[in-house]
């Protein structure tokens, strides 16, 4: 083998391995394990869904576990705070983060046609008065109030079961375990937010036009998460239109990363956000790992 071709084969074979690390798949879990540069105790890292049918929604004995053993829990928001609520509300009534002058209304975003259609839909299918909503309402908020239709039920929240169960044990503890927010709602609506209101309004139409399509990957999105397959998760949200899985995945990955290491370098944390955040090149399990963190699946019995 000349120089020539052993040079090759050596760069070959370095493709190939980094090529293998990157493009493992991570293994099927919701609660993963965080744990060395000098953390005292692990941490936890637990993927939830926000909005899923009751019938779905069951919390496995290996999370109760992990959830017991932290001393403070960090949703994406501090559900615990009444300020939160407050301060969504606010938002969302001064335009969900953005200057109306910087958003084009709906009605001028979309043709006359275009908006009868959307607002028949609302009105029909939802029963829901689009006039009212989008006076305040961003289209891709607009778009969310159609998952309850999608779904085929009342939807209940993941994260809002983990909140009863800290609840409920903390009446037992002596120090109540503290619950706090990754990100404040100001922050999180500037990423929901965005200029490009007619991109926004745009697949709002979609959607409208074709429901059955976002009904499907709604339930989708829920047999993966209860089949707690984040691959296909990651699937789905590499579907996000435009530069939407940027603004609600990514960016805020990177930006949650530095809160996480300081919370878990000061206690046994209990970290629960959208499992579409876990999995990914720049998912939090990798830009964990990434920070020099031991990142391992916990799987139940």
């Given at each position: 083998m000349n120089m020539n071709m052993r040079l090759l084969y050596f760069l070959t074979v370095i493709v190939l391995c980094k090529t293998s690390l990157y493009a493992q798949p991570l293994e099927n879990s919701l609660l993963w394990r965080i744990s060395g540069k000098s953390l005292k105790t692990p941490s936890y890292l637990y993927g939830t869904m926000h909005l899923l049918c009751p019938n779905d929604l069951s919390i496995k004995p290996h999370v109760e576990q992990a959830l017991s053993a932290a001393?403070?829990?960090?949703?994406e928001l501090d559900m615990d705070d009444p300020k939160v609520l407050g301060a969504a509300m606010a938002a969302m009534l001064t335009g969900d983060g953005s200057r109306t002058e910087e958003r084009a209304s709906l009605k001028e975003a979309l043709t006359k046609d275009e908006y009868a259609l959307v607002e028949g839909f609302f009105r029909d299918s939802l029963d829901i008065d689009l006039e009212r909503y989008a006076q305040f309402a961003s289209p891709s908020m607009l778009a969310m109030l159609a998952i309850p239709?999608?779904?085929?039920?009342?939807?209940?929240?993941v994260e809002q079961r983990l909140m009863e169960l800290v609840k409920t044990a903390n009446k037992n503890r002596k120090r109540a375990v503290e619950i706090v927010g990754l990100e404040t709602v100001e922050k999180q609506l500037s990423f929901l937010s965005t200029t490009k209101g007619s991109e926004d309004a745009a697949e709002l139409l979609k959607t409208v036009k074709d429901f059955s399509e976002m009904r499907r990957k709604i339930k989708q999105l829920a047999r993966y998460y209860n089949d707690e397959n984040l691959e296909g998760l990651q699937m789905l949200m590499t579907e996000l239109p435009g530069d939407m899985n940027a603004r609600l995945i990514t960016q805020r990955n990177h930006a949650w990363i530095r809160t996480i290491e300081r919370l878990m370098k000061r206690n046994a944390m209990f970290i629960a956000v959208g499992a579409g955040h876990l999995?990914?090149?720049?998912?939090?399990?990798?830009?964990?790992?990434?920070?020099?963190?031991v990142v391992e699946a916990v799987r139940g019995n």
């Amino acid at each position: 083998m000349n120089m020539n071709m052993r040079l090759l084969y050596f760069l070959t074979v370095i493709v190939l391995c980094k090529t293998s690390l990157y493009a493992q798949p991570l293994e099927n879990s919701l609660l993963w394990r965080i744990s060395g540069k000098s953390l005292k105790t692990p941490s936890y890292l637990y993927g939830t869904m926000h909005l899923l049918c009751p019938n779905d929604l069951s919390i496995k004995p290996h999370v109760e576990q992990a959830l017991s053993a932290a001393q403070q829990v960090a949703f994406e928001l501090d559900m615990d705070d009444p300020k939160v609520l407050g301060a969504a509300m606010a938002a969302m009534l001064t335009g969900d983060g953005s200057r109306t002058e910087e958003r084009a209304s709906l009605k001028e975003a979309l043709t006359k046609d275009e908006y009868a259609l959307v607002e028949g839909f609302f009105r029909d299918s939802l029963d829901i008065d689009l006039e009212r909503y989008a006076q305040f309402a961003s289209p891709s908020m607009l778009a969310m109030l159609a998952i309850p239709k999608a779904l085929g039920c009342q939807p209940a929240s993941v994260e809002q079961r983990l909140m009863e169960l800290v609840k409920t044990a903390n009446k037992n503890r002596k120090r109540a375990v503290e619950i706090v927010g990754l990100e404040t709602v100001e922050k999180q609506l500037s990423f929901l937010s965005t200029t490009k209101g007619s991109e926004d309004a745009a697949e709002l139409l979609k959607t409208v036009k074709d429901f059955s399509e976002m009904r499907r990957k709604i339930k989708q999105l829920a047999r993966y998460y209860n089949d707690e397959n984040l691959e296909g998760l990651q699937m789905l949200m590499t579907e996000l239109p435009g530069d939407m899985n940027a603004r609600l995945i990514t960016q805020r990955n990177h930006a949650w990363i530095r809160t996480i290491e300081r919370l878990m370098k000061r206690n046994a944390m209990f970290i629960a956000v959208g499992a579409g955040h876990l999995p990914g090149n720049e998912g939090v399990i990798k830009l964990l790992r990434k920070a020099g963190y031991v990142v391992e699946a916990v799987r139940g019995n």
